[in-house]
């Protein structure tokens, strides 16, 4: 596995999952903005660069994992990226952008003879460290075949194909984010209720989590809050992806009540 | 197993969970405030009676599920019912409360020499009947022990001691139904959305129960959901049980942003 790959985004998720990349044996090209974060993977014998384009190569595999779609639309149009890339050449993003910012993306990709795939994944840095991610993919039939091996290698414990219209496996993400975001919320408040009746949360926890939601989320979360630490902790990420969804689905017209709510819950709650 | 057991209130969960005593042997005194709704357990020898305090035995067993607190309230005071359960007498109440109406009844059959043990049941009457109920329970651990074997025979495939205050099984119960709540309605917005944005809703819910959410609410909701089918139908169970949560809450001074928000929306369904 010479094949080198190029590796833009080395935050929280980017780079266990770089590490990932190195560890099955490829050969990485890492840019980062700030290039202090990419030390590890050099250590590991990544080759660092200073220009996102240089990261790329010409008919080969470029993966991103931005902070947003504003980042992402930075990097793909920044000076020689398409360019660089050329024909054959593929680019996994996988950030959470809007639907509408990854098909966009698609069509300039398409344009200049490369191919966009989108493969945002669920999972924390934790996960991605044990390979224990899930990763929804959508892109051309043939892309998703080149890049499955990677995605795996990356710690994808499941891949999942939602077809080759790009901005599926986007809004996959967002539902999945929206509803982890929600159920998060509902157990801090719930819980908070049972803890104030004298009821500890945890035996709660305990028993929900082997009936009625045996879910990780439920187990993980459920945990954190019977703790007393915040799910979400001072992230920023869910009220930015519950916003991605809210936009979303205000695009197409679906009724936003609930994004509504956690939007307004989540502002006060970062303030 | 000839023990004589009341039963008092033979609803859509109270029908099947009396037919399973009577399926498992014991002996059924049953009342019901519509008489015909008992029909199929007379044909299967349920003695039916006419009076609330006739379905009780002195020392025995009655169990009660009932729509809410007031229904409750009204049969434990009406005439005859705890002079009859007397000394040693148990009642096993099962339907949904707020937690002071259990502590108030659990107050009162103690002045009364009997014992109140509450075990609201998560389950719907599919579920009953397919015994794969959940049952959470508090009270004294005398009388538990005298009723672990009949609920199990009512079809709880998995009984939670919440220890001897009565008031915590049923804040396991609110705390359960109100994440059911939240999951259901979040889930509708989120698919709504995604299959307005031509993404198959049943595709969303295959990943993610395999994945982030592997949770038998989940499962059953979601499919609900991408078949155009209301999770909660037309039911009032929902809103009731949000309003417990959140009376219970605001009682404690506990925050109820999401159970205010939900009420709305819910009180806005039913409209």
């Known amino acids: 596995m010479s094949e080198k790959i190029g590796f833009i985004g080395l935050g929280n998720l ?42 790329v190569t010409t008919g080969g595999i470029v993966v991103t994992l931005l902070w947003d779609g504003a980042a992402l639309e930075n990097i793909v149009t920044s000076s020689g990226f398409l360019e660089q890339l050329g024909p054959n050449g593929i680019h996994i993003s996988m950030g959470t952008v809007l639907p509408e910012t990854a098909r966009k993306l698609a069509a300039i990709h398409e344009q200049h003879g490369s191919t966009y795939v989108e493969a945002p994944i669920f999972g924390r840095p934790e996960a991605a460290a044990t390979k224990k991610l899930w990763i929804p993919y959508t892109g051309s039939q043939q892309a998703k075949e080149r890049v499955q091996p990677l995605l795996k290698a990356m710690g994808g414990q499941g891949i999942f194909d939602f077809g080759e219209e790009v ?72 009220l ?32």
């Open 14 to 55: 980017g780079l266990p999952v770089a590490t990932n990349l190195i560890d099955a044996g490829y050969t990485l090209q890492v840019y980062n903005r700030t290039a202090s974060k990419a030390e590890p993977l050099v250590a590991k014998g990544a080759q660092q660069v200073t220009q996102p384009a240089d990261a």
């Open 167 to 238: 901005g599926a496996a986007t809004i996959v993400k967002l539902v999945g984010n929206f509803l982890i975001v929600s159920a998060g919320y509902s157990m801090r408040e719930a819980l908070s209720m049972a803890e104030k009746n004298g009821v500890d949360p945890q035996a709660i926890v305990d028993m929900l989590t082997q009936t009625l939601f045996p879910a990780p989320i439920y187990q993980s979360y459920g945990r954190m809050i019977a703790e007393k630490s915040e799910p979400f902790g001072e992230s920023e990420i869910p």
């Open 240 to 271: 930015k992806d519950v916003d991605l969804l809210k936009k979303t689905a205000q695009q197409a017209e679906s009724p936003t009540p609930i994004s509504n709510f956690l939007h307004d819950l989540l502002s006060t709650d970062l303030n």
